[in-house]
Nanobody, 114 residues
């Protein structure tokens, strides 16, 4: 099983980024997929999740700014991030569950700064 994120980088406040996570080794989307983020010294927190029927959940701080989506043909999970704020600065991880196991990507750094 492998989850590979991409799309992070440095962006100014108010800017946008789209993160991608290619999933291989499991049947894509059978279990919910999610994006988490973590800053140094703090726990890894849920940002958004999506189920196989398309139902989504967002943490309050990103509602209206971030959109989670999937492309089943490409086995890819996305996170469109708009109107980024300095508080969004973190390492972002994609997550998938398979039966009783949790799988994580390697993380991609997002830095929002002027």
């Amino acid at each position: 099983v492998e989850l590979v994120e991409s799309g992070g980088g440095l962006v100014q406040p108010g800017g946008s980024l789209r993160l991608s996570c290619v999933v291989s080794g499991i049947i894509f989307g059978v279990y919910p997929l999610a994006w988490y983020r973590q800053v140094p010294g703090k726990q890894r927190d849920l940002v958004a999740s999506i189920t196989n029927d398309g139902s989504t959940i967002y943490v309050d701080s990103v509602k209206g700014r971030f959109t989670i989506s999937t492309d089943h043909a490409k086995n890819t999970l996305y996170l469109q991030m708009n109107n980024l704020k300095p508080d969004d600065t973190a390492v972002y991880y994609c997550h998938s569950k398979w039966i009783t196991l949790d799988y994580w990507g390697q993380g991609t750094q997002v830095t929002v700064s002027s």
